[in-house]
C-alpha cells in the first residue's frame, strides 16, 4: 500500500490516480475509471473529480493500493 501525503483538507481521485502512477496525465483519468475497477474504501468509485480525505483507501485494478494521508 502506498501512502498520498496531502497538506490540505482534500485530494481528488483523479490527482490520486496521477500522483500514484496509474495514468500520465488529468486527461486519461475519465477513460481510466470507465476501464477499471476502483474502490474507495471498499465502494465502487468512477467520479474522477470524488474528494477523499485522510484515512480514505483506494484499491486500483492494475496499479495497487493507496492510502490517504495527512503530511
Sequence with gaps: ????????????????LKL???????????????EKNVTVNGQAENR??????PGDTIEVEGCGSFVVKNR
Design 1 to 16: 500500500m502506498k501512502d498520498i501525503a496531502i497538506s490540505t483538507d482534500y485530494i481528488t481521485l483523479g490527482q490520486v
Design 48 to 53: 474522477r473529480g470524488r474528494k477523499l480525505v
Design 20 to 34: 500514484g502512477d496509474c495514468v500520465g496525465s488529468g486527461g486519461e483519468v475519465k477513460i481510466f475509471l470507465q
